[in-house]
């Protein structure tokens, strides 16, 4: 079955350190997001990539970074320079072009927090 | 700029009861609509989507939702709620804004099925 596998399920992050998420989809989609969720706040858009070789940032870009080499594979950094990231990160695919209408799937999401 | 409000943040019904998550979007152009579930530490199910035609759309699960353009509305609905209906609950509106169709989420609504 297609899909979108997200790991690790959980990470811990050290001070000073830089994690990466990785986001893994065979739905064939040309377009990946990284959402950030708080309690509270619904999701809110790291980045976005709507083609291999090309990424924009979204609403909170700042203390992430981004890659997007192959078209199944969208990893998140998460650098020392984002003093809060305790959260929940879901990462997101889709259609774009003449099916951009059609809604994103999901992956199972990682639960990211400080030590 | 297109937004999304839901105004509930946690509804409590009894099981069996009837239940209303409600949800309004501002939009300057054209608007697809859905409806997402999230249960604990997963990602995000697609319950239903409102693309164009009937204002009436079916989903999963036994739920359904009604588009009402002139009150920039689009209201979950389920006539008789179960237990494994507990979850968190997210509309979303897809409209195309600079260059791409962006998603904007709504910040949830927390439905709790009481037995």
């Known amino acids: 079955d297609g899909g979108i596998t997200q790991s690790p399920k959980y990470l811990f992050r050290k001070e000073g350190q830089n994690v990466t998420l990785s986001c893994e989809q065979n739905?064939?989609?040309?377009?990946m997001y990284w959402y950030r969720q708080d309690p509270g706040q619904g999701l809110r858009l790291i980045y976005y990539s709507q083609i291999v070789n090309d990424f924009q940032k979204g609403d909170i870009a700042e203390g992430y970074s981004v890659s997007r080499e192959k078209k199944e594979s969208f990893p998140l950094t998460v650098t020392s320079a984002q003093k809060n990231p305790t959260a929940f990160y879901l990462c997101a695919s889709s259609y774009r072009g003449g099916r951009s209408n059609q809604p994103q799937h999901f992956g199972d999401g990682t639960r990211l927090s400080i030590l | 700029a297109q937004s999304v409000t839901q105004l509930d943040s946690q509804v409590p019904v009894f099981e069996e009861a009837p239940v209303e998550l409600r949800c309004n979007y501002s939009s300057s152009v054209s608007v697809y609509l859905f409806w997402y579930v999230q249960y604990p530490n997963q990602g995000l199910q697609l319950l239903l989507k409102y693309l164009s035609g009937s204002t009436l759309v079916k989903g999963i699960n036994g739920f359904e939702a009604e588009f009402n353009k002139s009150q920039t509305s689009f209201h979950l609905r389920k006539p008789s709620v179960h237990i494994s209906d507990t979850a968190e609950y997210f509309c979303a509106v897809k409209a195309y804004s600079g260059g791409y169709q962006k998603v904007t989420f709504g910040t949830g609504t927390k439905l709790q099925v009481i037995p």
């Open positions: 739905l064939n989609h040309d377009a």
